[in-house]
């Protein structure tokens, strides 16, 4: 059992930026994928950003270019920037972990408990 907690997002204008952070209680944690999701009122969870154990990231189109994953293996954090903000990013985010790369949510077995990101026009 990985235990995911967030903490970061919350309130900012359009243009702005915000970091997400994710903390994992788990010794293994250099060895799992971590992604980041998020989920819009009325719409599905979808993929944001994910990072290998060994760094390799991928993006949304939505958000390649603005967003930036990390992670610090030995303190057992993954990060989530996010530059130039828009409305349309508004949504309650999750971290994830998981055991392969992956774009889907059930590829991640764990999951953070969420946190609300408002863009203010």
């Known amino acids: 059992q990985v235990q995911l907690v967030q903490s970061g997002g919350g309130l900012v204008q359009a243009g702005g930026s915000l970091r997400l952070s994710c903390a994992a209680a788990e010794r293994t944690f250099s060895e799992y994928t971590m992604g980041w999701f998020r989920q819009a009122p009325g719409k599905e969870r979808e993929f944001v950003a994910a990072?290998?154990?060994?760094?390799?990231?991928d993006y949304a189109t939505s958000v390649r270019g603005r967003f930036t994953i990390s992670r610090d293996n030995a303190k057992n954090w993954v990060f989530l920037q996010m530059n130039s903000l828009n409305p349309e990013d508004t949504a309650v985010y999750y971290c994830a972990a998981g055991s392969s790369v992956g774009i889907r949510a059930e590829q991640y077995a764990y999951w953070g408990q969420g946190t609300q990101v408002t863009v203010a026009s």
């Open positions: 990072i290998t154990w060994r760094g390799t990231t």
